[in-house]
């Protein structure tokens, strides 16, 4: 299976039905559009003017040969899609990126004259126009006069540029990042959350989420995801493990206020988190112990597991098998606990309906992790919390 087909499309965790309702939302926001020239746009990028970290190559959805050919059509002055950034905010001609990301980057790596900025330079591979600059560096381009006018056409090559300025709450960003996220491979809001929410814990769950084995092996990936599904992951079960009394059923406010409260207080709680990550990796193994590689991490249909995996069934498995004590508990009552999760599926339909039709509610939240925490409760012998959910003023 590729990892294209571990989740339902539909599962992708942000959708327009979890932004804000805000009256007059766009209030003030101004696009402006421009052409920036690649030699501007380079400038922009090594002046950090445009949030792009090193660490995004490890998650870079192109192969050379497509960042390649991606550069060749800039000198060749075709068309390409258009940049779209946001001005972010208290930071007047510093930019967020909303839609372009794997472009910057193909642009930065050619335009690295070292690899001292964090980014590998680009050598260019398997064009098929410009035949002769295969092999070649933007370095090579600058060194060689016979190669100037290749490099003067890269550096004044036009790329029609939007920018957001004004904008005045970050629903209307996650409005236009899900209005253009259209294409055939559906991106996940992680990357605009992280953009949006800078800080150690950002930086934490981007590089611990790409080196997890448990998640890893959970999603089929062989490297760090560029649609950021395994950061997802990550961030859904540090959510609930912490803040999970306070789910309101909008699922996007909780992992943006999950990310705001651990980038602020991450000086404090490292180790904790780190400990907790540790278990998760555990609670994935546990999983897999009992359902066995084939269906860990699936609905029962009745008849069998279904062949994707399930977001709302992770959230439940590593949320109770990351405390140790219970998995000691369970230990060797691996068929009891499959079997009363099957009986559940059957013969539950509120618990059937919380894991595959309206799973963010808060009714679906309470009703999954509190049928499942009887169910573990009633095989550990412990007396596991019944879950209840404290909305704070203002977040209904």
Not at 55 to 78: C, M, N, P, V, Y
Request: net charge negative; hydrophobic share 35%; glycine share 6%.
């Amino acid at each position: 299976m590729s990892n294209d087909e571990v989740f339902n499309d539909e599962q992708i965790e942000d959708s327009l039905e979890d932004l804000e309702k805000i009256d007059n939302w766009a209030n003030g926001a101004v696009l402006w559009s421009t052409d920036w020239t690649a030699e501007t746009v380079i400038s922009q990028l090594n002046r950090n003017n445009i949030d792009l970290d090193p660490s995004f190559q490890r998650r870079s959805a192109w192969t050379d040969k497509k960042q390649s050919l991606f550069i060749e059509s800039l000198i060749l002055g075709l068309p390409i899609p258009q940049l779209i950034l946001a001005e972010a905010h208290g930071k007047k001609g510093s930019f967020i990126v909303i839609d372009g990301k794997q472009r910057l980057l193909a642009i930065r790596r050619f335009g690295s004259s070292s690899s001292a900025g964090g980014f590998t330079p680009l050598q260019l591979k398997g064009l098929s126009e410009l035949k002769q600059l295969n092999g070649k560096t933007y370095n090579d381009l600058m060194s060689d006069p016979n190669l100037d006018d290749f490099r003067s056409a890269f550096e004044n090559s036009s790329i029609r540029t939007i920018v957001i300025r004004n904008w005045q709450n970050e629903s209307y960003l996650y409005e236009v990042f899900l209005r253009i996220n259209t294409g055939s491979v559906q991106l996940s809001p992680q990357e605009l959350r992280q953009a949006l929410h800078p800080g150690p814990f950002s930086t934490f769950i981007n590089d611990t989420s790409g080196d997890s084995p448990g998640i890893r092996k959970a999603l089929n990936l062989k490297a760090p995801d560029f649609r950021m599904r395994d950061a997802e992951i990550l961030l859904r079960f540090l959510a609930y493990r912490n803040f999970i009394r306070t789910y309101n059923g909008n699922l996007k406010f909780f992992l943006d206020e999950t990310t705001r409260k651990l980038n602020l207080e991450w000086g404090n709680r490292e180790i904790e988190i780190n400990d907790q990550c540790i278990e998760m990796e555990n609670a994935f193994s546990f999983t897999e112990n009992i359902f066995t590689k084939k269906h860990y991490l699936r609905k029962w249909n009745g008849n069998n597991f279904e062949s994707r995996k399930n977001r709302a069934i992770f959230d439940i498995m590593l949320y109770y098998f990351s405390f140790p004590e219970l998995r000691e508990r369970l230990a060797g009552k691996e068929t009891d606990i499959e079997n009363k999760f099957k009986f559940a599926c059957d013969n539950n339909s509120d618990f059937l309906s919380s894991i595959e039709n309206t799973t963010k509610s808060m009714e679906a939240n309470k009703c999954r992790f509190n049928v499942w925490g009887d169910i573990l409760s009633s095989l550990s012998g412990l007396n596991l919390d019944h879950l209840k959910f404290s909305v704070p003023d203002g977040h209904h």
